[in-house]
């Protein structure tokens, strides 16, 4: 069982920054694929981002490519979301999830764990 706790999200104007945090309880992190997802009012979830055990291996939606960044500290339990340049559009409540799996690209259905979430609010 993990649990997953996002943080940092909040209130930015248009072309600004934020990082996200997601931190997970347990030992065994480093055996967890980490995604991002986000979910804007009156739309589906949506990929973001997401990133393989080692870190070696990042995947983007192409939406956020080159102004959204996924890292992770496997020996603080952590994954991140570094969002510069951002966008009205990209308001939304941002979940991280986990999925014990060599696999990175999967889909939301497949994640096994849901934080609660944390809301990004981007003003133009």
């Known amino acids: 069982q993990v649990q997953l706790v996002e943080s940092g999200g909040g209130l930015v104007p248009a072309g600004g920054s934020l990082r996200l945090s997601c931190a997970a309880s347990?030992?065994?992190?480093?055996?967890?694929?980490m995604g991002w997802f986000r979910q804007a009012p009156g739309k589906e979830r949506e990929f973001v981002a997401s990133i393989s055990r080692s870190g070696g291996t990042l995947y983007y939606a192409d939406s956020v490519k080159g102004r959204f960044t996924v890292s992770r500290e496997n020996a603080k339990n952590t994954v991140y979301l570094e969002m510069n340049s951002l966008k009205p559009e990209d308001t939304a409540v941002y979940y991280c999830a986990a999925k014990m799996t060599i696999f990175v690209k999967i889909t939301q259905e497949d994640y096994d764990y849901w934080g609660q979430g944390t809301q990004v609010t981007v003003s133009s």
């Open positions: 347990g030992r065994t992190f480093s055996t967890y694929v």
